[in-house]
């Protein structure tokens, strides 16, 4: 099968659809498929993939590229990358990452052309909730997970509580964590706390530790990648994400369950489907019930271990390998 992927935002370019774009071109090369991506992001180095990657080609390259493949898919609606479709007629394949709308809810009129372009595409979505997000009918094919990189190293132990991965912005919800810290104190309990990452809100988030007397039970680590990552990962217990918006599926869910934590996250949104059996999930922005349920897991630290169990066949299901046979039992159906 002949796959040519439009993708805007490329590496060097780095974020979730990359990510995602990325791991799924490798995996369906490896699976014997060929494989082209355009992209209009430039290189910066001399990285080699094992797929051809075709930047910023201008028209005549893309309708060749177009009249070459088998399926054209897109990673979410690009407008821009529709054009070869209106003069050459090929499969559309989409699949969706994230909303099509503003973070008020209101949808401007390009949000509301792409929901009308799901009508003449094969959808396939990361979560039910996005997937009920658009018009158009969708399947739901979750997110993998770098399971090479985020797995579990029974040699460290697991002697920390509470741990926060991800970029220190408002809509990240760390505030109603440290707020949680707080009214867990006054109920006896004094669990530690290690964010890691940075961003905008961290000077912020110090004085808001300093303000409620908690700053020795927080832990601003900053910055840490992969083996350093995955070791500090798996020196926690309970991984908390408490997104105050919906996310769409949330990736950093799974890489905290292979790493042998039990997830507290946000429920609106794709993130329960990531947690799925591995953990409990919470009204967005709600700290008492977020309050609630960590001092209940600490108190009865047995209920880590049945949601640990589920963790196995959970994962199972967002390997590399696995998300990408999906996609292509789909795909092969077009063709």
Not at 16 to 43: D, M, N, R, W
Not at 241 to 270: H, K, N, R, T, Y
Request: hydrophobic share 40%.
């Amino acid at each position: 099968m002949k796959i040519l992927i439009y993708s805007p935002l490329f590496y060097p370019s780095i974020g979730g659809l990359e990510t995602i774009i990325s791991t799924s071109a490798y995996e369906f090369t490896h699976q014997g498929h060929e494989v082209k991506l355009i992209s209009q992001t430039p290189a910066t180095d001399s990285k080699k993939f094992p797929f051809e990657v075709i930047r910023q080609p201008k028209i005549r390259q893309v309708l060749k590229l177009t009249q070459w493949c088998d399926i054209y898919l897109q990673g979410c609606v690009s407008l821009k990358g529709l054009w070869p479709l209106m003069f050459i007629s090929k499969p559309l394949v989409i699949t969706h990452q994230t909303w099509y709308r503003s973070l008020d809810g209101s949808m401007n009129w390009q949000n509301r052309l792409k929901h009308m372009v799901t009508h003449f595409a094969t959808n396939i979505s990361a979560s039910h909730a996005l997937a009920k997000s658009i018009p158009a009918a969708s399947s739901v094919i979750p997110n993998s997970y770098s399971e090479d990189i985020f797995y579990e190293m029974p040699e460290v132990y697991r002697s920390q509580e509470l741990v926060f991965l991800g970029r220190l912005v408002s809509d990240k919800g760390v505030n109603l964590l440290i707020e949680a810290l707080a009214q867990l104190k006054k109920m006896g309990l004094t669990p530690k706390l290690t964010i890691i990452g940075s961003g905008p809100e961290e000077s912020k988030l110090r004085q808001q530790a300093k303000d409620l007397e908690i700053t020795k039970q927080v832990n601003f680590a900053g910055i840490k990648v992969e083996y350093e990552l995955v070791k500090l990962l798996n020196s926690h217990q309970i991984m908390v994400v408490p997104s105050i918006w919906d996310e769409p599926f949330g990736i950093v869910a799974l890489e905290g369950i292979a790493c042998g934590c039990v997830v507290v996250g946000s429920e609106g949104g794709g993130l329960k489907d990531a947690i799925g059996p591995c953990g409990v999930t919470f009204p967005n922005a709600n700290v008492e019930r977020l309050t609630h349920i960590i001092f209940d897991l600490l108190s009865h630290p047995e209920k880590l271990t049945v949601y640990r169990e589920k963790a196995g066949a959970h994962l199972a299901d967002h390997t590399s390998k696995a998300v990408a046979a999906a996609y292509l039992k789909i795909l092969e159906r077009l063709i």
